[in-house]
């Protein structure tokens, strides 16, 4: 456990002695648990020197939750994700506030969390509500920013599949369609929750300690932004599902230049083939009456080149020439 | 930044002195502010001369919002988009009013607001609303009729591509069908907010400034527009899918058809080459006996006779005879 | 513009003299306005003797209107629609109602409006509510049940579509099946919002002058109506994807058995050629041993006729006999 | 028509005689007719003796109903449906219920009723309410139950039909398909407008006469019997999907065995093919220098056996050896 | 019948007798019967000692429930099943509960009531709820809790056909597709329900005896739970049907690849075989012009790499080789 003590404008890595001495105090502080060795410290602090309730402490244990808010007795617990493509983990924070003070827990690095420190003291949300909602609005904020960039890249990523499937359809494709869904579905998971969460607390039906009408806009612009990411997510989904269709769609369309190709060949070279054949029989009276030079040129070349013609003929007809060769 | 006033009947080029006198005064105006060159001075104004609320003017300086109207403390902020099939940007404005004036900002030629400035004087909702309502009003319905001809060109296109489909389907029209349906995306995220805000703005629940009873039944009006396009968007999604799937059937009805040529012709040649080749062996029995010239008429010409006539009859059985050939 | 009156239990056609005697009487009347020209004179009349609101107005002279009901100062708007499988407009009309009178708009001949005016007298609803509202409710009853033939013809089609794919899978079906969804699309498109506005008007919800409680009744009834009418569109809508997958199943299953006679006359010529080649190659060391007559019949037709029956064999043993040879 | 009357615990045939007696007293009684002629004799019954509103009475003449409950003043009227595999009408009961008698109307002969006749005196309901609710209760439960069996087999009908598919895929399995979904559809108009029907039966939304809070609980039991089937019914909806696309990917994956073993023999004879004709080709260079017998061991075997070697080394390593060949 | 009491801290088997005892006496007790034989005790203790209401008691006489709660006078009584993968239908328990004890019923072994038995004395939600309430809530959550390992399994085995369909589609894939829909449907019918069940439950929506304020952060855990776990269920059954789609598109791309082999080899042999037919034409002219050595060297050989030249460079540009050969 690597704690992190935030309070009157200084932040420096606290000792338990500093968490206790803060926890005494009456000011406010924000303490940030990295609990990346998730070695039960964090539980045992949180239990017994903060005294959350013990189902809060068991879900700010385990990581992987679904995003959250609970109300008890005395504060507030929720659990909010940011986007996190590589499945570090490192995208998850569980905040506890009271009316004096704000407690972040996550595992191992979190950007987003030193964003939040350097944003906390000069953003304009401070001036309409208290620092623990500052905190919470702050961190909540840069883990849904963080999704923007994911998305857009897998907007483009799509539009590439798509073509590279025109281009010419593979099986790799298939799996990185799978892939891409499956993720598209995590993010959804983190995505709606927060959406649902944001719009109970911007329109105040949920009920949070240090919340201001003032603070309610700003929750209400994470709404926004929440609903905005959960359309796309549900755009992706839905143009993924296009994806396959044109991968299964231009599959069968090569299959049939292909067949053509072999259609027109076997064609061609069956019926010339027959001829030749004909021509290669041991009847006598075949072999008599082709003796002369002029039947060579005449039967043997001429009846080929009429089959070529006839088949020429027939292939214009049914528009089998000129057509895609891929 | 352009700014354009309206003030008084008159439209004029607006300097920074013209907007303060406006502002200083009790008079109701319109401010156009063109953001084309997003060189920050548009927030710059809104919020240190207007007063604007640091996350509205920050949402008026991004563009491709979510259509989305938020009230504030002495003032509205909504975001509306058009029609906007380019993706040039030139069908999205922002609005503020308040009790005396409204603000529009827009990027680059919008000819929706040209439109509401010639409409603005004389439209009959001047009678029953105050004049920012009648602005706002005017903006929007601007933006929302743009969607009528897009939308129409588009079923258009629905019915041409089937068509084309059924002619001769190609790999260029999956990625046609693929481009349409992301943009009937593009237009889904801009209608159904739009809807969602008419809906609520006309039923009285959103509370605006300025909005009168009689005010409403126009906002009802858009309501109920919203409420066809996105109707339609719907029903030219559910139509690509359709499309879609026509395009499968048919190229598998195409290979079909090749295929039937292809065993046609096989079934054919492949046992008249058979018995050509039989009659080439150099049994020396076989050479003897198929001496005679009777042999050659007989044997030779006659069993391939009886082939392709027992094989007519086989493919007249099957029904493979007069079927489509392309 | 062809107008025409109904008052008093008569029904003539009225001069403009004839209207606005009506209008100035305090007794009810019906007017029915036929706007087959659309030449502008049903929107004068409305609005300047009539003095509806200009929205309204407005609306009334657009056709192709979503159903809606609208309710202004004084009077109440509806737009109402029946089946229009020919797409000819007709089946499209528009009501304007008061505590005194009714005014209907429509275009052409509208064969509903006569088994309106059959049927308004002796009409048991006349006995719980005002005549405005009998007309509205005759109307809305006559339009309704114009969609049940429609789409009883239409399950019939689905079926026989069904059939005839399973019969013989053609392109031409693939367009009638984007036509039929196309349509389908259509009728949904007047029923839904048709059906909403029954259960708002039934259940007193939409406030619409001169109803009564003996009158929700009817509405009720229309609106189980316009409940299954929409249950049903839906059914046939899914029905439509079956018989698309039908169609692609078909498809892919004709194509087996084609493909599968081709392997068999593959299979079976191809060994048999070689052999005959083998035995046509110029090898002197085979011409000479092939030359006594018992050769030609044990080692010439001896092993065609083995590799015929190992080929029986092995057909059978994969079950390649006896199929279906469509 | 046919009158069943039961009262005080008896049940007879009724003439028109002894329906009145009963009306005209005071006594519980419940009414059951028999409209299987549809002579219209039902309609006129309930009309001038019964005095039901011309609306229930209407819709009690014709069957097919959607399951629907209407409160008029001084009647309930309620249509209730039962499993009805076989389309023979006989699964629909209408109810008209008051303080003091209940009337049912069905067609033919109708097994649920003689249920209902066996259970009403010693059901428990009826000491928690009044007779009338015990009849109601007790129709709707025998037609509720109906359901379970028919879903019961249909569950088995979907297994044993995608095991069919697997095993062999054939065209009539898409009719089947195609008929279970529409059978499904029919089940579903039946079974969801009766959930929401005993929804709001059971908690007292809908107003219906000589309902009691212990009676609820019977009405709420039904209600879960139908939330039960209707998630069954979309269960098994989806089921069908998968059964069709597994048609659709079985039948493609034959054509796929098919193809291969096609094209195995061509490239196993092709190739070969060619060799011999080589070697029969008329060159004299060729005639003369395969003279020694030596040459057609060598030559003509040598070079076939090489080439079966190698082809059979060329499908070992594209694993075309020992697949699937059905 | 097996009864197992417990009570004061102990467990022990119960005869009739400790059974009325309990019941005579005002402590709280649990008393769990195992209905594994159905031999009609159970309900037969239940009705006539317990006097629990017909339905609810009816409804335990039989499994395959659906989850649900209902409210009855004096008693509630709740159905609630855990993850049943191998459907031994050990994983339902049917609990009635009053305001002094509870009764569990269930059949066969049920690991999750062995479970509660250990946990239920020292659970921290014994400090805020009844006792009752304990022992229903460690028994849900007992249930809910063996979801988990299911559901994890179940991602691993579609990530494992997903791979398996792209290394090589086999029918047997399609069967366990299948399959695992069908045990997905299984799982959301019991999962659904009981999130519902426990929203309303955690929000006091449902009244529940001796439930607290204390208890419902308990409930609300368990919803939250839940949540995840339908949420898990939806997203699987969306990956099947990507999976299924992944099947068709691979099946038919390795079409595609045979298929190409076989147009190559019959474009390759075709021609090939056409020009050693044609040089082993009978006609005197070729024969005697065929004679020289040279004309074997250059018309014969010459030809024929003429021929496979040309195709090369036909294959080159159409980019057929080098492509996957499987």
């Known amino acids: 456990m690597k704690a992190t ?3 009157g404008g200084q932040t420096f890595e606290a ?3 500093d968490i206790l001495d803060a926890l005494a105090g009456k000011n406010f502080f924000w303490l940030d648990l990295d609990d990346g060795e998730a070695d039960g410290m964090v539980g045992e602090l949180l239990t017994n020197h ?3 309730h013990p189902l809060a402490v068991q879900a700010a244990e385990r990581f992987s939750q679904r995003p959250r808010i609970d109300d008890y007795d005395g504060f507030s617990y929720m659990v909010t994700r940011g986007a996190d493509p590589e499945r570090t983990g490192q995208a998850e924070v569980h905040c ?7 407690v972040t827990v996550h595992r191992g690095e979190c950007p987003a969390l030193q964003h939040v420190r350097e944003r906390m003291g000069r953003h304009r949300a401070a001036e309409v509500a208290s620092p623990q909602i500052v905190v919470v609005y702050l961190v909540v904020d ?9 998305l857009s890249e897998f907007d483009d990523r799509i539009d590439a599949l798509e073509d590279d499937i025109l281009a010419a359809p ?5 799996g990185v369609l799978f892939e891409m869904k499956r993720s598209l579905m995590e993010m959804r998971k983190a995505i709606t929750p927060q959406r649902d969460m ?3 607390i911007s329109s105040r039906s949920t009920d949070v300690p240090g919340m201001t009408d003032g603070a309610a806009h700003y929750f209400r612009d994470l709404y926004d932004h929440l609903i905005r990411l959960a359309d796309q997510v549900d755009s992706y989904r839905d143009l993924l599902g296009s994806v396959m269709d044109t991968h299964l769609s231009t599959v069968s369309n090569r299959l049939n230049v292909v067949m053509k190709q072999l259609a027109i060949i076997a064609t061609v070279f069956l019926p010339l083939s027959w001829l ?4 290669g029989q041991n009847f006598s009276f075949l072999v008599t009456h082709i003796a002369p030079a002029w039947t060579f040129f005449v039967v043997g070349i001429g009846t080929e080149l009429v089959a070529v013609a006839l088949l020429f003929m027939l292939f214009k007809r049914r528009g089998w020439l000129g057509g895609p060769t891929v």
């Open 198 to 200: 944001m719009a109970s």
């Open 96 to 102: 506890f506030w009271t009316d004096t003070y704000v």
């Open 50 to 52: 903060f005294g959350f």
């Open 5 to 7: 003590l935030t309070q």
């Open 276 to 279: 030749t054949g004909f021509f």
């Open 15 to 17: 000792t338990n002695r």
């Open 170 to 174: 593979t099986e790799a494709q298939l």
């Open 142 to 150: 840069a883990l849904v920013e963080s999704f923007f960039p994911v």
